[in-house]
């Protein structure tokens, strides 16, 4: 299972970045692909995801309305699309895979222990 994150940088606060993952290697009947963050110091909070089965997503309360979540099956690669940028979204910013029943809807999108693989993390910085 591979996991690539890309798209991270520095950004102005109010500004936008499109955060990508490039996903292989798995062969789940079903899946979910979460994206997560972590600030230093700070635990790793689950930011948003998207379900394979029906393009459910979920968000975050503290990005709702400024990220989308959206997935291009064809390349199978999911984004990150951030808008209205803080500096409190300052954080690495992971991607993960959770292999789901076929049929069954994601029970926990934001939770972390509920992830099976993970990629090795973009950096995002928003200044001031």
């Known amino acids: 299972v591979q996991l690539v994150e890309s798209g991270g940088g520095l950004v102005q606060a109010g500004g936008s970045l499109r955060l990508s993952c490039a996903a292989s290697g798995f062969t789940f009947d079903d899946y979910a692909i979460g994206w997560f963050r972590q600030a230093p110091g700070k635990e790793r909070e689950g930011v948003s995801c998207?379900?394979?089965?029906?393009?459910?997503?979920y968000y975050a309360d503290s990005v709702k309305g400024r990220f989308t979540i959206s997935s291009d099956n064809a390349k199978n690669t999911i984004y990150l699309q951030m808008n209205s940028l803080k500096p409190e979204d300052t954080a690495i910013y992971y991607c993960a895979v959770q292999g789901l029943p076929r049929g069954m809807g994601v029970s926990r999108p934001l939770l972390r222990h509920a992830y099976n693989y993970w990629g090795q993390g973009t950096q995002v910085t928003v200044s001031s």
């Open positions: 998207i379900s394979s089965s029906d393009g459910t997503t």
